[in-house]
T-cell receptor
């Protein structure tokens, strides 16, 4: 079935460092791909999405490009801040189902 | 715009007591609704989803149940809580299922079973 595999971490960085979180997927067809972010004690928020191959989603300085040839959707940010400390989830909606497939989540801690 | 509410925000309950968590969505009609649980330091586990009033699909066998008495109301219940029911419970909604429709999450309920 459709699924995502995500780098699990935890990841600890210094402020202004470069962040990348790997996400690869297995899917029939070409679904949309999402990155969600969960700040401490909160629910998940949609961070960015891409709806077709070669699309780049971006938000809050984060970017991810939908790569069909490598079945990947890696999340990147060039200069992280302490406020980026959160858990990040990659997700994929199956074409014929109501459920999102989530990755295991990557905990990111940014130190000042 | 659409909003999703969950209550209570936090709950501490003894083992064996009943549970009722409520989720409501505003600003949309006939949403798909979902209950997830997130154990400490773990990922998301889908518990139930509903595509309409009275229609509930269960993903994992357990002592929890869900109901959808109204279009935009989703309730998670238990008759007798277990210690293993502790966790962060998240409700979510989506428009149409398929390749482009993302889910939107509520603020969550932190449940501690003592």
């Amino acid at each position: 079935g459709d699924s995502v595999t995500q780098m699990e971490g935890p990841v600890t960085l210094s402020e202004e460092a470069f962040l990348t979180i790997n996400c690869t997927y297995t899917a029939t067809g070409y679904p949309s791909l999402f990155w969600y972010v969960q700040y401490p004690g909160e629910g998940l928020q949609l961070l960015l999405k891409a709806t077709k191959a070669d699309d780049k989603g971006s938000n809050k300085g984060f970017e991810a490009t939908y790569r069909k040839e490598t079945t990947s959707f890696h999340l990147e940010k060039g200069s992280v801040q302490v406020s980026d400390s959160a858990v990040y989830f990659c997700a994929l909606p199956p074409l014929d189902d109501y459920k999102l497939s989530f990755g295991a989540g990557t905990t990111v801690t940014v130190r000042a | 715009s659409q909003t999703i509410h969950q209550w209570p925000a936090t709950l501490v309950q003894p083992v064996g007591s009943p549970l009722s968590l409520e989720c409501t969505v505003e600003g949309t009609s006939n949403p798909n609704l979902y209950w997830y649980r997130q154990a400490a330091g773990r990922g998301l586990q889908l518990l139930f989803y509903s595509v309409g009033i009275g229609q509930i699909s269960s993903e994992v066998p357990q002592n929890l149940s869900a109901s959808r008495p109204q279009d935009r109301q989703f309730i998670l219940s238990s008759k007798k809580l277990l210690l293993s029911d502790s966790g962060f419970y998240l409700c979510a909604w989506s428009g149409l299922a398929g390749p482009s429709y993302e889910q939107y999450f509520g603020p969550g309920t932190r449940l501690t079973v003592t």
